[in-house]
């Protein structure tokens, strides 16, 4: 009698254990799975976040072309100014110079 008894807690025990096995193996199958799945993720979020830093300096290489354009392009607007004024002093000069010289021959006339 005590053997069988040993033997039906035994045999509990070895069902208890088999059975905590099994949901321990389906557990860490589920964990496994959810591990490879959320390394796929990240591997994608890698990715996307790779190709939005290649735009990013893309587009910050373009807005400092874009600026030194823009920088070269009001230093010849400043240069072009100085220059239309100075010949515009220039024209006044001679246009004095032209007005004094008919005025010089109209009195010899």
Known sequence: ???FVLTVVLGVL?????????????LY???NEEKELLQ??????????TKSERQVKGSVKT?????????????????LRLENTELK?????LQN??????AQVNTMV
């Open 29 to 31: 199958r589920k964990v």
């Open 97 to 102: 110079r032209v007005d004094e010289l008919y």
């Open 40 to 49: 796929e993720q990240n591997e994608k979020l890698q990715d996307l976040i």
């Open 1 to 3: 009698m005590e053997n």
């Open 89 to 93: 002093h220039r024209i006044t000069s």
């Open 14 to 26: 070895a069902l208890y254990f088999f059975a905590g096995k099994n949901v321990y193996v389906s």
């Open 63 to 79: 807005l400092e072309d874009a600026q030194n354009n823009l920088h070269t392009a009001r230093e010849d607007l400043q240069k």
